[in-house]
Protein backbone atom coordinates (compact mmCIF):
# COMPACT_ATOMS: atom_id res chain seq x y z
CA UNK A 1 0.00 0.00 0.00
CA UNK A 2 1.22 3.38 -1.15
CA UNK A 3 0.58 7.07 1.59
CA UNK A 4 -0.91 10.13 -0.26
CA UNK A 5 -0.94 13.45 1.32
CA UNK A 6 -4.49 15.04 0.32
CA UNK A 7 -4.62 18.83 1.03
CA UNK A 8 -7.74 20.72 0.72
CA UNK A 9 -8.33 23.83 -1.18
CA UNK A 10 -10.77 26.44 -1.36
CA UNK A 11 -9.70 29.75 -3.33
CA UNK A 12 -9.09 32.83 -1.14
CA UNK A 13 -11.48 34.55 -3.45
CA UNK A 14 -14.08 31.90 -2.81
CA UNK A 15 -13.62 32.45 0.83
CA UNK A 16 -13.71 36.12 0.67
CA UNK A 17 -17.27 36.24 -1.01
CA UNK A 18 -18.15 33.53 1.35
CA UNK A 19 -17.80 35.46 4.48
CA UNK A 20 -19.21 38.76 2.78
CA UNK A 21 -22.47 37.67 1.40
CA UNK A 22 -23.24 34.90 3.79
CA UNK A 23 -24.94 35.55 7.03
CA UNK A 24 -23.97 34.49 10.02
CA UNK A 25 -26.68 32.16 10.86
CA UNK A 26 -26.36 30.71 7.48
CA UNK A 27 -22.44 30.35 7.65
CA UNK A 28 -23.34 27.99 11.06
CA UNK A 29 -25.77 26.03 9.08
CA UNK A 30 -23.50 25.28 6.14
CA UNK A 31 -20.58 24.66 8.32
CA UNK A 32 -22.52 22.39 10.64
CA UNK A 33 -23.98 20.54 7.31
CA UNK A 34 -20.36 20.17 6.01
CA UNK A 35 -18.59 18.92 9.43
CA UNK A 36 -21.72 16.07 9.29
CA UNK A 37 -20.83 14.72 6.12
CA UNK A 38 -17.47 14.88 6.12
CA UNK A 39 -17.82 12.96 9.98
CA UNK A 40 -19.73 10.29 7.83
CA UNK A 41 -16.93 10.17 4.90
CA UNK A 42 -14.32 9.65 7.32
CA UNK A 43 -16.32 6.90 9.08
CA UNK A 44 -16.57 5.46 6.04
CA UNK A 45 -12.95 5.46 5.31
CA UNK A 46 -11.38 4.97 8.56
CA UNK A 47 -9.40 2.08 7.07
CA UNK A 48 -7.44 3.87 4.57
CA UNK A 49 -6.55 6.72 7.20
CA UNK A 50 -3.70 6.70 8.35
CA UNK A 51 -3.83 10.20 9.64
CA UNK A 52 -7.09 12.26 9.81
CA UNK A 53 -4.82 15.04 9.80
CA UNK A 54 -5.96 18.77 11.15
CA UNK A 55 -7.14 22.11 10.07
CA UNK A 56 -4.64 24.59 8.74
CA UNK A 57 -4.45 28.19 10.19
CA UNK A 58 -2.91 31.21 9.66
CA UNK A 59 0.31 31.52 7.54
CA UNK A 60 3.40 33.43 7.60
CA UNK A 61 5.64 32.91 4.84
CA UNK A 62 9.39 33.30 5.77
CA UNK A 63 12.35 33.99 2.47
CA UNK A 64 15.77 36.01 2.95
CA UNK A 65 13.98 38.88 2.95
CA UNK A 66 12.05 38.50 6.03
CA UNK A 67 8.51 37.02 7.14
CA UNK A 68 5.21 38.44 6.05
CA UNK A 69 1.57 37.14 6.59
CA UNK A 70 -0.13 35.94 3.51
CA UNK A 71 -3.42 34.48 3.06
CA UNK A 72 -3.64 30.75 0.79
CA UNK A 73 -5.92 28.49 -0.41
CA UNK A 74 -4.67 25.96 1.88
CA UNK A 75 -7.81 24.19 4.51
CA UNK A 76 -7.23 20.96 6.17
CA UNK A 77 -5.06 17.78 5.18
CA UNK A 78 -5.14 14.36 6.19
CA UNK A 79 -3.04 11.08 5.02
CA UNK A 80 -4.37 7.98 3.63
CA UNK A 81 -3.06 4.73 2.26
CA UNK A 82 -4.16 3.34 -1.18
CA UNK A 83 -3.39 0.50 -3.53
CA UNK A 84 -2.86 3.34 -6.30
CA UNK A 85 -2.95 6.77 -6.96
CA UNK A 86 -5.77 6.42 -8.85
CA UNK A 87 -7.48 4.27 -6.02
CA UNK A 88 -6.75 7.30 -3.74
CA UNK A 89 -8.54 9.99 -6.05
CA UNK A 90 -10.93 7.24 -6.37
CA UNK A 91 -11.57 7.72 -2.45
CA UNK A 92 -12.67 10.76 -2.50
CA UNK A 93 -14.27 11.74 -5.11
CA UNK A 94 -17.42 11.44 -2.70
CA UNK A 95 -15.78 13.77 -0.54
CA UNK A 96 -17.76 16.33 0.82
CA UNK A 97 -15.67 19.21 0.63
CA UNK A 98 -15.74 19.39 -3.08
CA UNK A 99 -19.39 20.46 -2.44
CA UNK A 100 -18.18 23.81 -1.98
CA UNK A 101 -18.01 26.49 -4.71
CA UNK A 102 -14.42 26.04 -6.82
CA UNK A 103 -12.91 23.95 -3.94
CA UNK A 104 -10.58 21.15 -4.81
CA UNK A 105 -8.37 18.52 -3.09
CA UNK A 106 -4.55 17.92 -4.33
CA UNK A 107 -3.55 14.22 -3.92
CA UNK A 108 -0.04 13.50 -4.14
CA UNK A 109 1.81 10.20 -3.16
CA UNK A 110 4.55 10.39 -0.62
CA UNK A 111 7.40 8.01 -2.17
CA UNK A 112 9.47 5.77 0.10
CA UNK A 113 12.76 7.03 0.81
CA UNK A 114 14.10 4.30 1.85
CA UNK A 115 14.62 5.44 5.70
Not at 9 to 19: A, D, F, I, L, Y
Amino acid sequence: MAKFFVVYRVPVETMQEWKKNTSPEEMKAQGEKLGKDMMAWTEKNKTALVDRGQPLGKTKRLTAEGVQDISNDLNYYCIVEADSHDAAVNMFKDNPHLQIATSFLDIMEIPHMGM
